[in-house]
């Protein structure tokens, strides 16, 4: 399983914006990669994906708001959040997965980092 760890969480207030980084143990060119979060008390969901191609798919409320992306000689993945919301408050965990499926379906993948805590207050 490939290695990942994450950098970049901290606090902000409302509409305010960061930038998550994960760092892969090895070339990500045959994975597809993805952001997924977990607020407390309730179950971890997709944020983001992008797969091997390039496509990209968003969770309906972080659409326009959030970019995905990633620099596969750097092995590196990105998330760019903008337009911070109280609701976007959560334990944020990069994911990677050699798969196929265009889902944000946390079962497709099987190498996850430690996560890194996002907390925006109003």
């Known amino acids: 399983l490939v290695q990942l760890v994450e950098s970049g969480g901290g606090s902000v207030q409302a509409g305010g914006s960061l930038r998550l980084s994960c760092v892969a143990s090895?070339?990500?060119?045959?994975?597809?990669m993805g952001w997924f979060r977990q607020a407390q008390g309730k179950e971890r969901e997709g944020v983001a994906i992008?797969?091997?191609?390039?496509?990209?798919m968003y969770k309906d409320s972080v659409k326009g708001r959030f970019t995905i992306s990633r620099d596969n000689a750097r092995s590196t993945l990105y998330l760019q959040m903008n337009s911070l919301k109280p609701d976007d408050t959560a334990m944020y965990y990069c994911?990677?997965?050699?798969?196929?499926?265009?889902?944000?379906?946390?079962?497709?993948?099987?190498?996850w980092g430690q996560g890194t805590q996002v907390t925006v207050s109003s």
């Open positions: 090895e070339l990500t060119y045959g994975y597809s």
């Open positions: 994911a990677a997965g050699q798969t196929n499926r265009y889902s944000l379906s946390a079962e497709n993948f099987g190498s």
């Open positions: 992008i797969t091997v191609g390039g496509t990209t």
